[in-house]
């Protein structure tokens, strides 16, 4: 169920928040690593075939019960919206663009987020004071990524990356909106792993029609697989559907605005890539659009 504006959330959805926003972060850089030995389709079936059946198979270790009828059906389908078409897309656009300039288009994810469940019946109220912070949010991230998107310049790839992205805000937005919206007994871990393993089968089979066999496993490209199953869907979307049932919309999705934050401070961990001043102020300009989404989509 999700969370009254009135009802203060519980600290572990404020937990799994930051670990979406950590995680994800990674799983950009993730990606692109596996995309050197995986094509997209069969990197996204292997990847959520491996960490649903994971997850099951836990599952039935402890004996929860498998859901029935719609209780089993709706995640599947949710799933197939959110996980599906959602990372799909960004699988896709990754072939085309660099990683931190398509952490930078999915920042709007939030607008589709708040502007459909806004739209659908049964939505919570918008806030409107919620949307200065969103567009800090955006702003600062923006000036995180644009210097290097800005070298790029502007072609075709960037325009398509851009469309897949939409694409892929749409899904993962409405998927996640349709999943908030139904009363959910079942634990969302176990709610996790039926979305992903169906995912797994549904784009595997895409992947077997569309010929895309051709792989080079090497230990970095298995490795950058074996993060994303684990830490990127198992650990991070399970606390993403429970964040979901217990904040608002525009608090859940503020993560998009963090995610490049992460991107470019490990690439200058790891890579020692450029990290000025500009990109540190640009990094506290994120922080304060999230601060004030928390803080003013819970109070107004």
């Known amino acids: 169920m999700s969370a009254s504006p009135s009802k203060s959330p519980p600290d572990a959805a404020w937990w799994s928040l930051a670990a979406v926003c950590f995680f994800w972060g990674t799983t950009y850089l993730g990606i692109r690593i ?114 290097e998107a800005l070298r790029l310049g502007i072609h075709g790839n960037m325009v398509k990356g851009f469309l897949f992205l939409q694409l892929s805000c749409f899904g993962w937005s409405l998927g996640s909106i349709l999943q908030k919206r139904r009363p959910e007994k079942t634990n969302p871990i176990l709610v996790g792993g039926i979305q992903q393993f169906s995912v797994g089968i549904a784009v595997g089979l895409l992947a077997i029609l569309n010929g895309d066999w051709a792989i080079r496993p090497t230990p970095q490209v298995l490795g950058a697989v074996l993060y994303l199953a684990l830490f990127g869907s198992i650990l991070a979307y399970s606390a993403y559907l429970y964040s979901l049932q217990h904040l608002p919309v525009a608090i859940a999705s503020i993560y998009t605005y963090v995610n490049p934050v992460v991107a470019i401070t490990l690439g200058w961990l790891v890579y020692r890539e450029e990290f000025g001043w500009g990109q540190f102020g640009a990094m506290w300009v994120v922080f304060l659009g999230v601060w004030l989404v928390k803080r003013l989509s819970v109070s107004s």
């Open 34 to 147: 596996a995309l050197e030995g995986f094509p997209p389709l069969l990197l996204v079936g292997t990847r959520f075939l491996l960490s649903g059946a994971l997850i099951l198979a836990f599952a039935w270790w402890r004996g929860w019960a498998m859901p029935r009828g719609a209780a089993l059906w709706w995640p599947a389908g949710t799933g197939l919206l959110t996980l599906g078409l959602g990372n799909s897309m960004l699988t896709f656009s990754e072939t085309i663009i660099p990683s931190g300039l398509a952490a930078l288009f999915v920042t709007v994810g939030p607008f589709w987020m708040v502007g459909l469940d806004t739209i659908l019946p049964g939505g919570e109220k918008f806030r409107p004071k919620a949307l200065l912070g969103m567009l800090i949010g955006f702003s600062g991230a923006v000036g995180l990524v644009a210097p």
